[in-house]
């Protein structure tokens, strides 16, 4: 398994910026990053995927240091719609075939906004 | 583009009795998966599909838990006899691509939330 360890909590106001970081220490090489946002009663919801170094999307930026063992998710401006939990996913999307860890989900963060 | 569904929404049964959930995928999508979210924790992988075939199981308990996707589209989980520590739940995702390419975008449906008594 790739295990994954997030920080249970983070606060913030809005318009600043978040960043929210996941450590997986033993990510394997076929393994990727992926980052969902959950609402209450919701199911997951993709938020930005990647591999190494730098994406950006219109909602968030990920950035993977090369050595792939942590990865930091960037929120922009947040909202008070931004509060929810965010978890970061990692592992080999084709399963135990492909070669890397199973999908392992992190504990989550859970980002409350204020105004 | 419909999502994905799942049914029943809530359940409530006593321990050692047995329930079904079903999820439909989103039309076209070769890999579904089961997942338990247990109360404050994140989601675990119970079993990956990829069309009618396992790709991975090893975290389904299998001595009480069975899913089956049959024809590659619907699948059923099932869990016979239930214990109090299988109240969570029970989220179905999909994924276009899923083995073949390392990278996919799981879509989920609204889970179906399950509690033992």
């Known amino acids: 398994l790739a295990k994954t360890t997030q920080p249970i909590s983070m606060d913030s106001y809005e318009g600043q910026e978040v960043n929210i970081t996941c450590s997986h220490n033993?990510?394997?090489?076929?393994?990727?990053i992926t980052w969902y946002q959950q609402f209450p009663s919701q199911g997951p919801r993709f938020i930005i995927q990647?591999?190494?170094t730098k994406v950006t999307n219109e909602v968030a930026s990920l950035f993977i240091p090369a050595d792939r063992k942590s990865s930091t998710l960037s929120l922009p401006r947040v909202s008070l719609s931004d509060t929810a939990v965010y978890y970061c996913?990692?592992?080999?999307?084709?399963?135990?075939?492909?070669?890397?860890?199973?999908?392992?989900f992190g504990t989550g963060t859970q980002l409350k906004v204020e105004l | 583009e419909a999502g994905v569904a799942q049914s029943p929404r809530y359940k409530i049964i006593e321990k050692r009795q047995s329930v079904a959930f079903w999820c439909n995928p989103i039309?076209?999508?070769?890999?579904l998966y089961w997942y338990q979210q247990i109360l404050g924790q994140g989601p675990k992988l119970l079993i990956q599909?990829?069309?009618?075939?396992?790709?991975?199981d090893s975290q389904l308990p299998k001595d009480r838990f069975s899913a089956e996707r049959l024809k590659g589209v619907d699948s059923t989980l099932k869990i016979q006899p239930a214990k109090l520590e299988d109240s969570a739940v029970y989220l179905c995702?999909?994924?276009?691509?899923?083995?073949?390419?390392?990278?996919?975008?799981?879509?989920f449906g609204p889970g179906t939330r399950l509690t033992v008594l």
């Open positions: 995702a999909s994924s276009l691509a899923g083995g073949l390419a390392g990278t996919d975008t799981q879509y």
């Open positions: 996913l990692v592992g080999d999307i084709r399963g135990l075939t492909g070669g890397g860890n199973k999908l392992t």
């Open positions: 039309s076209g999508h070769a890999t």
């Open positions: 990647g591999y190494k």
């Open positions: 599909f990829q069309n009618n075939g396992v790709v991975d």
């Open positions: 033993n990510i394997a090489t076929n393994d990727y």
